[in-house]
């Protein structure tokens, strides 16, 4: 058992503030461990990992056996926040046993913690079970990037009245259902703040203003490791490409004249 649990996690609503992030490997997990116990409640191993990972442009090429590969990377390190690991693209559409089937498997051999869902009422059933079997669910809502096909890309979801109290109406019927916490992805901040107004569990927003009561970034992009456009609500807390790119040529000219590696590098 991890120190983090859902029940933590919910009592921060209306105490602090919490950031989260996404993990995808063994050595950003010890670093997020070095962070020390308070600073992250929970890393998402995200299907995202299929664009920052694997160079595709959008997460739907990643398989189950792909996720339970890296969730399971990054629970051998991790020790205090809560593991979550999305449930990708197919892995849950074609029926609810096999969608519970696949969460078990995250669970079983990925070692996660909680699952996430993209989808409002069309999840409920599915949430409702896995709930009831004792598999801790995280809804995500608003941008939900396994449906870019049909959003016709990575597009602001709830600008519009209606959408907005669709999606709201949506988000009580994932806490109804018995989800510890949500992601609210790409909406207006207004609709962010009255969905962390209205839940009683803590909602995480990406690109969904400042008064939800958690954030989550992409490691990539907060950390400054890419090097390409990123959306608007990015903040690059670091420079670790620059960074990288800096030690990547200083030791290819060190090799390149001869001064690496030197003698007290080498074996007598
Ligand atoms: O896959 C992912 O990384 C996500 C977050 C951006 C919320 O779903």
């Keep these: 058992m991890r120190a983090w649990t859902p029940l933590r996690l919910r009592a921060l609503k209306?105490?602090?503030?919490?950031?989260?992030?996404?993990?995808?490997?063994?050595?950003?997990?010890?670093?997020?461990?070095?962070?020390?116990?308070?600073?992250?409640?929970l890393v998402l191993v995200g299907d995202s990992l299929g664009m920052v990972m694997q160079g595709n442009d959008s997460p739907l090429p990643v398989t189950m056996d792909e996720m339970v590969y890296h969730v399971r990377c990054v629970a051998r390190v991790l020790r205090h926040p809560i593991l979550l690991a999305d449930m990708p693209f197919g892995s849950y559409q074609v029926n609810d046993d096999e969608g519970f089937r696949n969460a078990v498997r995250l669970i079983q051999e990925g070692g996660a913690d909680a699952v996430k869902i993209e989808g409002g009422e069309r999840c409920v059933p599915l949430i409702r079970r896995l709930v009831q079997?004792?598999?801790?669910?995280?809804?995500?809502?608003?941008?939900?990037?396994?449906?870019?096909?049909?959003?016709?890309?990575?597009?602001?979801?709830g600008r519009d009245e209606r959408s907005a109290t669709?999606?709201?109406?949506?988000?009580?019927?994932?806490?109804?259902?018995?989800?510890?916490?949500?992601?609210?992805?790409?909406?207006?901040?207004?609709?962010?703040?009255?969905?962390?107004?209205?839940?009683?569990?803590?909602?995480?927003?990406?690109?969904?203003?400042?008064?939800?009561?958690?954030?989550?970034?992409?490691?990539?992009?907060?950390?400054?490791?890419?090097?390409?456009?990123?959306?608007?609500?990015?903040?690059?807390?670091?420079?670790?490409?620059?960074?990288?790119?800096?030690?990547?040529?200083?030791?290819?000219?060190?090799?390149?004249?001869?001064?690496?590696?030197?003698?007290?590098?080498?074996?007598?």
């Design 14 to 41: 209306g105490v602090r503030k919490f950031a989260t992030v996404t993990c995808y490997d063994a050595t950003s997990a010890a670093l997020i461990e070095a962070c020390g116990e308070e600073a992250f409640p």
């Design 133 to 157: 079997a004792g598999i801790p669910v995280c809804g995500h809502l608003g941008l939900t990037p396994q449906s870019c096909l049909a959003m016709g890309g990575f597009k602001v979801q």
């Design 166 to 268: 669709r999606l709201l109406d949506e988000a009580r019927m994932l806490q109804d259902a018995g989800c510890f916490t949500m992601v609210a992805e790409g909406v207006p901040t207004s609709l962010g703040a009255a969905m962390a107004k209205t839940l009683d569990i803590p909602v995480i927003g990406i690109g969904a203003g400042p008064e939800t009561d958690g954030q989550i970034l992409v490691w990539q992009d907060l950390l400054g490791l890419n090097t390409g456009r990123v959306a608007k609500f990015v903040r690059r807390f670091g420079n670790l490409g620059e960074a990288a790119c800096a030690a990547l040529t200083a030791y290819a000219d060190a090799v390149a004249d001869g001064t690496y590696p030197a003698l007290t590098e080498s074996y007598s």
